[in-house]
């Protein structure tokens, strides 16, 4: 029998919409408001909201409000461009926050 691996994969806290894999994970000591988040280098199944400069506590950057495809609740952000260098490597990846995402797979 061929071993069949299920990817572990990252839901929607409210519909359970597969929106991030777990091998995406950049860094998981991220703080949002509300507090812990990961940082993914992808996600899918979302909506991505206006584009706005944001003072968060790495300083001011671009972000877009991202939305569940299915339900539209937020889940987090996209960082659309950092304005300090240091901070760059940040473009065109997501923050999720952990309460609104729920594991599955694991």
């Known amino acids: 029998m061929a071993d069949v691996s299920v990817p572990r994969i ?3 806290y409210n519909c359970r919409n597969p929106v ?21 280098s992808h996600a899918m199944n979302i909506l991505e ?7 968060l506590m790495t300083g001011l950057h671009v972000v877009a409000d991202v939305y569940c495809k299915d339900c539209r609740k937020v889940l987090g ?9 240091a901070q760059k490597y940040k473009e065109g990846k997501f923050v999720l926050e952990k309460f609104k995402i729920m594991k599955e797979n694991f």
């Open 10 to 12: 990252y839901s929607c």
């Open 20 to 40: 991030a894999r777990h091998d995406d994970i950049i860094s998981k000591n991220f703080q949002s408001s509300h507090g812990r988040a990961f940082l993914f």
């Open 77 to 85: 952000w996209k960082y659309e461009k950092a304005y300090e260098e």
């Open 49 to 55: 909201g206006k584009k706005e400069n944001r003072q």
